[in-house]
């Protein structure tokens, strides 16, 4: 640092130095006294090394500030040092706004892996508590609690791809009523457990889409249909004019709840009553939805149902 300072100094006095030597130049050229050199360097070398104290004091505010990230343009004196410090305060403001950003991102991770935990621990417990009270437990008992860690298994995997989510897309042609009836088969074990009707009314239209996030999209908004539906009632999945839209008579959500449920982490009033919520989701559905180019909307009244409709339009493979 010290020399960093002697070097900032040495430029002065070699401008200063420079000067004295034109001044001799001049007295050459114009055949005038040498001791006019002499008086020149007398009268003006108290005022060359105040100026290159002063530079080297000044310099050493200028980098001390910036080692303390006290950066304005307050201190600035010529053009050149006022905008580097605007340009280097502008890059201070974005690496503050990205490192906030990344610590948000990073608790929202924490706290979903928290919550994660716990909901994985439901079925393992589940089958621990069947395998310790029978020799032989019933497969279908099983195969549900299997479902349901593999579901948050999924949505797990599906929240940590959302980060690299442009590396991980193939537009493909698929079929959306065989997409359905496939997200229906996979997932029958939730359908079949509460006895649910379901009215499938879907033609045979082509997309162009990723089949897999499409595939992960219909999935959450089929489960969350049976979760929040009680024994023996009826989900519809029907096609109007481009809009996808599936329709439950469950429990519905609350006029409250109803503008956050694509939030990070919100569970609402269902997921409090009804456990098995982990809040993301609705949230990771809305995020791939918006770069499939699908438009998402929720109805729902509470007590009397909701429905799910997906605006296909632009995606359409005419």
């Known amino acids: 640092m010290i020399k960093k300072y002697l070097a900032d100094c040495w430029s002065t006095l070699i401008v200063y130095l420079f000067c004295v030597a034109v001044f001799a130049l001049f007295c050459v050229l114009y055949d005038l006294k040498f001791s006019l050199i002499g008086d020149f360097v007398r009268f003006t070398w108290l005022v060359a090394v105040g100026a290159a104290f002063f530079k080297t004091v000044r310099t050493f505010r200028i980098l001390r500030r910036i080692e303390n990230g006290n950066i304005d343009e307050s201190f600035g004196r010529t053009l050149v040092e006022r905008e580097f410090?605007?340009?280097?305060?502008?890059?201070?403001?974005?690496?503050?706004?990205?490192?906030?950003?990344?610590?948000?991102?990073?608790?929202?991770?924490y706290d979903y892996l928290i919550v994660?935990?716990?909901?994985?621990?439901?079925?393992?417990?589940?089958?621990?508590l069947m395998?310790?009270?029978?020799?032989?437990?019933?497969?279908?008992?099983?195969?549900?609690?299997?479902?349901?860690?593999e579901y948050q298994l999924n949505l797990l995997l599906n929240y940590e791809r959302l980060s690299d989510f442009n590396h991980d897309i193939e537009f493909v042609s698929i079929d959306l009523l065989e997409l359905v009836q496939q997200i229906l088969r996979e997932n029958m074990t939730f359908f079949v457990d509460k006895n649910l009707t379901l009215d499938v009314a879907v033609p045979h239209k082509k997309l162009l889409t990723d089949k897999k996030w499409m595939s992960f999209i219909l999935e959450q908004i089929l489960v969350n249909a049976s979760k929040y539906s009680a024994p023996h009632q009826q989900i519809m999945i029907g096609?109007?004019?481009?809009?996808?839209?599936?329709?439950?008579?469950?429990?519905?959500?609350?006029q409250s709840d109803l503008p956050k449920i694509f939030e990070?982490?919100?569970t609402g009033e269902n997921g409090r009553k009804h456990g098995a919520a982990t809040g993301m989701g609705l949230?990771?559905?809305?995020?791939?939805?918006?770069?499939?180019?699908?438009?998402?909307?929720?109805?729902?009244?509470?007590g009397a149902g909701t429905v799910v409709r997906l605006d296909l339009n632009r995606i359409l493979d005419l």
């Open 116 to 128: 994660w935990s716990h909901e994985m621990k439901t079925p393992l417990t589940a089958l621990k």
């Open 264 to 266: 990070a982490g919100f």
């Open 283 to 302: 949230y990771i559905v809305k995020r791939v939805s918006e770069f499939l180019k699908i438009d998402v909307a929720v109805d729902s009244k509470l």
């Open 239 to 254: 096609y109007d004019d481009g809009v996808l839209f599936i329709q439950d008579e469950g429990i519905g959500i609350s």
């Open 85 to 109: 410090l605007r340009k280097l305060s502008e890059e201070k403001d974005n690496l503050n706004q990205r490192a906030q950003k990344l610590e948000q991102e990073f608790k929202e991770r």
């Open 131 to 149: 395998a310790d009270a029978a020799d032989v437990v019933d497969s279908a008992r099983v195969q549900k609690q299997v479902d349901n860690a």
